[in-house]
């Protein structure tokens, strides 16, 4: 079970930090994700980092903006999301799959995150 918190209202250029706490001991060989949805518009990849923390995966429309640290003695995975713009606003959603980021298998609730200009 994923279950993904943090989000809220910001002003452009502000940041903000998503978590998505986990269930179960396997934490670790899980990779980690986030994805989310505009209005009106299709799912996309955000980010994603492998089990063991050392690969990490970025759109190119959050390179260098956001980061997704984890803490797998925690279970819990988190989006730093820094120089936020308006078209970062959407519905964020924590997933995860045992072998792969561009199939996620597993989601949790999404999170609302709006970026006032």
């Known amino acids: 079970q994923l279950q993904a918190s943090g989000g809220g209202l910001v002003q452009a250029g502000g940041s903000l930090r998503l978590s998505c706490a986990a269930s179960?001991?396997?934490?670790?060989?899980?990779?980690m994700g986030w994805c989310r949805q505009a209005p009106g518009k299709e799912r996309e990849f955000v980010a994603a980092?492998?089990?063991?923390?050392?690969?990490?995966y970025y759109a190119d429309s959050v390179k260098g903006r956001f980061t997704i640290p984890r803490d797998n003695a925690k279970n819990t995975v988190y989006l730093q999301m820094n120089s936020l713009k308006s078209e970062d606003t959407a519905v964020y959603y924590c997933?995860?799959?045992?072998?792969?980021?561009?199939?996620?298998?597993?989601w949790g609730q999404g999170t609302q995150v709006t970026v006032s200009s």
């Open positions: 997933a995860a799959d045992r072998f792969r980021v561009d199939a996620f298998n597993y």
């Open positions: 179960g001991s396997t934490f670790r060989n899980y990779y």
């Open positions: 980092i492998s089990g063991s923390g050392g690969s990490t």
